[in-house]
């Protein structure tokens, strides 16, 4: 029965958790532990108040989320926030979190992860962060339908597409999660089609005007991937019943 420091300390190490920056809310590692062995382990992309409800039903020893527990910043232990908290604690639930150093991983991250399921030959990176490259550029023997295809496929639902760019899609950039914002960093870069999660209303006109195809895939969707494969290898390594808590919120 695996501890939960050891559990934590190579999930810390793998996804190099202390070198890479992140947003303020991101918090990550672990945000709430308890005092059991870890048996259950399980996945999500949010820690909510119906994910920590479901995960405490489930037995589960070990939460791995995306999106922790912080996100929205310091806020009153009242309301749904306290039965978050309430419900976790006296269920014995220990939240871990991975915002992006998950993302950015090369082998279980969001973006490769996605990158291998659409066929996209990966050639390098952009969109940097505070010195990160949260982005990668490849290249696809492809057209604009056969991508919308391929998207939906991988990520089981709707992909909205703005075809602002070539047919041919040209140099595609892909950053999951909500990096429609920075769409003119990616025209400044070369990239004619990006992929992603979500972006304001404003990026499908200027993308238009930039001569970029959006595909617009959802955030949720887009990133599924890394921490479902992070407790995949966790039950690999230390022997543990693992699980995904789907709780799409469509956006």
Not at 184 to 189: D, G, N, P, T
Not at 190 to 219: D, M, Q
Request: glycine share 12%.
């Amino acid at each position: 029965m695996p501890d939960l420091a050891d559990v934590c300390e190579w999930m810390d190490r793998e996804l190099r958790i202390r070198e890479i920056p992140d947003y303020s809310g991101a918090v990550n590692g672990l945000q709430l532990e308890n005092d059991r062995p870890v048996l259950r382990v399980a996945a999500a992309v949010d820690a909510s108040l119906p994910v920590m409800e479901e995960a405490v039903r489930q037995d589960v020893d070990l939460l791995v989320v995306h999106h922790g527990l912080f996100w929205q910043g310091a806020r009153p232990l009242v309301g749904g926030n306290y039965r978050k908290w309430k419900t976790a604690i006296e269920g014995g639930l220990a939240v871990y979190s991975a915002h992006l150093p998950l993302d950015v991983h090369g082998e279980w991250g969001n973006n490769i992860l996605l990158a291998q399921a659409i066929g996209l030959q990966v050639t390098g990176s952009f969109l940097e962060w505070k010195g990160l490259p949260i982005g990668l550029l490849g290249e696809m023997e492809s057209h604009r339908e056969d991508l919308r295809k391929r998207l939906e496929t991988a990520v089981a639902g709707p992909v909205h597409v703005c075809p602002g760019g070539p047919e041919d899609l040209g140099l595609v950039g892909l950053c999951t999660g909500g990096a429609g914002s920075q769409i003119a960093e990616a025209a400044e870069r070369g990239v004619r089609t990006l992929i992603t999660g979500e972006g304001p209303h404003w990026s499908f006109p200027l993308a238009e005007e930039l001569g970029v195809n959006v595909f617009y895939a959802g955030h949720y969707a887009t990133e599924t991937f890394g921490v479902r494969r992070l407790v995949a290898e966790l039950g690999r390594k230390f022997s543990l019943e693992t699980q995904f808590l789907d709780h799409p919120s469509g956006l």
